[in-house]
């Protein structure tokens, strides 16, 4: 089955700085790639998503990209921003499956 | 929209008792996971239905864990008997379909005692 592998599992920036987390998938059939940002105690939700037929999508300060040979896509927030501190996870799913989950990243970012 | 509903919120067994959680999906939303999250970790999969049946149930530990989808709508996912590593956040998310992105709910923290 599709594993999903998650760097770094800790993040800390200085305010302004961008943050980049990756991710690695097994399932070459997998074909969608969302990102969910998680607040200590809250649901997860769901900032932004990547199909496979896209290399790079972008919203504002936060984009993804995907290589699909690498089989690795990554999520690039800009101009980080103390309320942009949560966890982050990746996720990869293929037609008809549930999402598989990364581990998470623990993203600070300091005032 | 009305969000995913779940309830309870919080719940405190002993090991061995049953508890029972339930979900509400955002209406129009035909597939709906259950997902295990322990602390620390990302959510794990448990089961996956489409309108009312079950699509993925490879990772629900069959012999204590089992869930229902009654007229493809509300959820219910049981453990029986409970052990203390079953000590997680459940939660219930729904979508439109299986490439888009979810909706969580906000979850059950269980705790086993």
């Known amino acids: 089955g599709e594993n999903v592998e998650q760097h770094p599992s800790t993040l800390s920036v200085q305010e302004g700085d961008s943050a980049v987390i990756k991710c690695t998938y097994s399932?070459?059939?997998?074909?969608?790639f969302p990102w969910y940002k998680q607040e200590l105690g809250k649901r997860p939700q769901l900032i932004i998503d990547?199909?496979?037929?896209?290399g790079e999508k972008k919203d504002q300060r936060i984009a993804v990209t995907l290589n699909k040979t690498a089989k690795h896509f990554s999520l690039h927030i800009t101009e980080t921003q103390p309320e942009d501190s949560a966890v982050y996870f990746c996720?990869?799913?293929?037609?008809?499956?549930?999402?598989?989950f990364g581990q998470g990243t623990e993203l600070s970012v300091k005032p | 929209e009305a969000g995913v509903a779940q309830s309870p919120r919080y719940k405190i067994i002993e090991k061995r008792q049953s508890v029972a959680f339930w979900c509400n999906p955002i209406?129009?939303?035909?597939?709906l996971y259950w997902y295990q999250q322990i602390l620390g970790q990302g959510p794990k999969l448990l089961i996956q239905?489409?309108?009312?049946?079950?699509?993925?149930d490879s990772q629900l530990p069959k012999d204590r864990f089992s869930a229902e989808r009654l007229k493809g709508v509300d959820s219910t996912l049981k453990i029986q008997p409970a052990k203390l590593e079953d000590s997680a956040v459940y939660l219930c998310?729904?979508?439109?379909?299986?490439?888009?992105?979810?909706?969580f709910g906000s979850g059950t923290r269980l705790t086993v005692v």
């Open positions: 998310a729904s979508s439109f379909g299986t490439d888009y992105g979810y909706t």
């Open positions: 399932d070459s059939a997998s074909n969608y």
């Open positions: 990547i199909r496979s037929n896209v």
């Open positions: 996720a990869a799913s293929k037609w008809s499956s549930g999402l598989i």
């Open positions: 209406s129009g939303h035909a597939t």
């Open positions: 239905f489409q309108n009312n049946g079950v699509v993925d």
